[in-house]
């Protein structure tokens, strides 16, 4: 088997992240090039096919259509090595091939390979399978271990579905089926994330869940985008949020009976607070703050201001009545420069709610930076402190008065005032590997509410 396999041209290949259609989809999540053949009952035989190259990180679609069965076999080799199959058996050559029957195949010419099963489901007309290091005879990179992991330590079935960014957008996909006591791969190779998000469920109801919304189906699926679930057809779940670390390859998480008692009957409803509840904002600087906020609502990335905090205040914002963990503000003094991370929202001079951060000029709004802030959980009121940066105070200094002239008559231009600030003390504290600029899809600016929620709000523009 020393011939390498050769590309089928006619195999429709897509990345990873694209929306479910109606095939079955094969994609290599290892480090390394994976030669696939695959095996099917036919209309008049067993029959196999051969060779797709999947590069990694790359898929390929050997059956195109509504799948009719509910079984399908594979095979993968790398250089025309080995591959440990299961004992389902048939016919291959080196070559391109389409083979009709699974017997005789040394007296018919052809190699007897073994395969492995694909279990699609009952009803399922769309699948996709993941080729991981794991079932390919180790990991790559000298044996490193590369990927994300589930290992079920419960005595139930775990149907576990992963979220993540792609390059097209956020990307959910599911399910797999994680026995007591074993442990499953769905994305293999080394992790390009920090964060990554899953939910698992037992028999159909919710067994690991949290507050970040993605799109699922109750059958095997890739869903791109995490927006307008409901109007593409799909169910909208919570996930939990995976922290891998900032420079993790491989990441393992364990599914245990503790994790599953938090989960609550409706797992992915808001948790409503009192309103100001959550979110305190403290201002320990010498100047009045104006502050605008950026959050993940319920109808996607939402920004709002402007609240003023004068010195030796604080503010509670209730941001929409939930708890969240994480929320990004931005904060300046007379309308002054802001020096943000990568984080983008939409913002006006005015007092302003804007759903969706994309768009923004488009939409007739500025796109400015604002920086996170991590509360660690969803329970409880969090306090965050501006305080006085050594470089960069929090006062205005103004203009000097009668500038020195040097030796020649050329006068020295007056300084300019760089108002700015930091944070870091107090009990809030920044992450120093952000998670990446969120991308949801726009969404039309809502009309301004007749009452205003803002216990504070600053008047006129900031011209």
Known sequence: MANFRLLILAAAVAGAG????????????????????????????????????IAPGDCATPVTGDLKKRYYYYRAEVDGGDFEGENYFFCTTTEEYTIVGDTECEDRGYDRESFTEIDTGETATAFTYRITEAETGGAADGGEELGLEFCNETAETQSVSVAYEGDDGFVSEGW????????ATPLGGALKKRYYYYRTEVQGAPSITGSYNFCTTPEAYTITGDSDCEARGYDTEGFAEIDTGPTSKFYSVAMTTDQGSDVSEEPSAPVETEAGAGLRICNETDNAQELSFGYNGAEGWTSEGWWIVDPGECVEPALDGTN????????????????GQNYFFCTTPEEYTIIGDSDCEARGYDREDFREIDTGSTLGTFTFTLVRDEDLPMTDPGPTADPTPEPEPVPTPEPTPVPGFDFGEGSGTVGEDPEPEPEPEPEVAPEPEDEPRRTIRRGGSRG
């Open 176 to 183: 797999w089926n994680v026995e007591p006591g074993d442990c």
């Open 324 to 339: 969240r963990r994480y929320v990004y503000y931005r904060a300046e003094i007379g309308g002054g420069p802001f020096e």
């Open 18 to 53: 694209t929306a479910v259609k109606a095939e079955l989809q094969i994609c290599n999540d290892t480090g390394q090039t994976q030669s696939v053949s695959i095996g099917y009952k036919g209309d008049d035989d067993w029959t196999s096919e051969g060779w797709w190259n």
